[in-house]
């Protein structure tokens, strides 16, 4: 059993040696299709100053230029990686569970791709989050879906998660569950075939040359399959609600 101290260790290992080329491994167009659905869905909630946790390269900061931007993030050569590239912004090393911030600090909390399934404590962590959030501010979490967990053939390209670090692969109900005390909160799935139909024109030979803008318009078409299919069932999902005022 490894104590815990030890798991955020071998987190922070794996991620500094997952820096060099981390980029370059997410900027296929699956990514860049996923990145400009997932910033649709976020932008309208962002605002003032914003706390990116398990801020990585400094994804967001790719994305968008937020002016009230502050990162954190446990690997310090993840954060390095995001000072460098945007010297401009807050980024510091720190464990989501204990940020360096006063109360009330933030106007909103994003968190994207995955960190906080490293949590084992998540309700705790929620209320961490909580308590640097101003009452009324946005808190959108994206942790790793249970599809990804199950390893379920996704092509084109693998998910940056290590078996031997322990970590938490949601459903939408437990994830509905964990938001519980915050208010408006709604979960959905993003990509459920995406991956599927460029796996299957790679296996039938129809070609790989899609734009990132042709698989966002994929994308969009399938929204609709957030009616009827849980969110675990997408390669990613996103929970949003607003802390109680
Ligand atoms: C899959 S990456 C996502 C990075 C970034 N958000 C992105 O979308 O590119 C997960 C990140 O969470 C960070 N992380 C994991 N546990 C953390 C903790 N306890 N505190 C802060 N960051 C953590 C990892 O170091 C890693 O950079």
């Not at 030890?6 to 699956?30: H, P, Q």
């Not at 911030?101 to 994003?110: I, L, M, Q, R, T």
């Not at 039938?204 to 318009?217: F, I, K, P, V």
Request: contains cysteine.
């Amino acid at each position: 059993m490894v104590d815990e101290a030890e798991r955020l260790r071998n987190i922070s290992k794996y991620y500094d040696e997952l820096t060099d080329g981390y980029d370059e491994g997410y900027s296929n167009e699956v990514c860049r299709a996923e990145d400009s659905v997932v910033l649709d869905i976020i932008r309208p909630y962002l605002r003032g100053k914003i706390l990116d946790i398990g801020a990585g390269s400094g994804l967001l900061c790719d994305l968008v230029n937020l002016p009230g931007y502050h990162g954190i993030e446990i690997s310090h050569k993840m954060t390095s990686e995001a000072k460098a590239k945007h010297p401009d912004k807050h980024v510091a090393v720190a464990d989501m569970h204990s940020l360096p911030f006063p109360d009330n600090f933030f106007d909103s909390a994003v968190s994207l791709y995955g960190p906080i399934s490293y949590s084992l404590t998540p309700e705790d962590l929620l209320s961490e989050i909580r308590r640097v959030v101003v009452p009324g501010g946005n808190i959108m979490l994206m942790p790793y879906t249970l599809r990804v967990g199950h390893k379920i053939e996704i092509g084109g390209y693998s998910t940056a998660t290590e078996d031997s670090i322990q970590k938490i692969y949601y459903t939408q109900e437990q994830l509905v569950e964990l938001l519980s005390p915050l208010e408006g909160v709604h979960v959905m799935g993003i990509n459920y075939f995406l991956n599927t139909f460029t796996r299957f024109s790679q296996i039938m030979g129809l070609g790989n040359d899609h734009t990132a803008e042709q698989l966002t318009l994929f994308l969009e078409k399938e929204k609709s399959m957030r009616e009827i299919l849980p969110a675990e069932f997408a390669r990613h999902m996103i929970g949003i609600g607003k802390n109680p005022v």
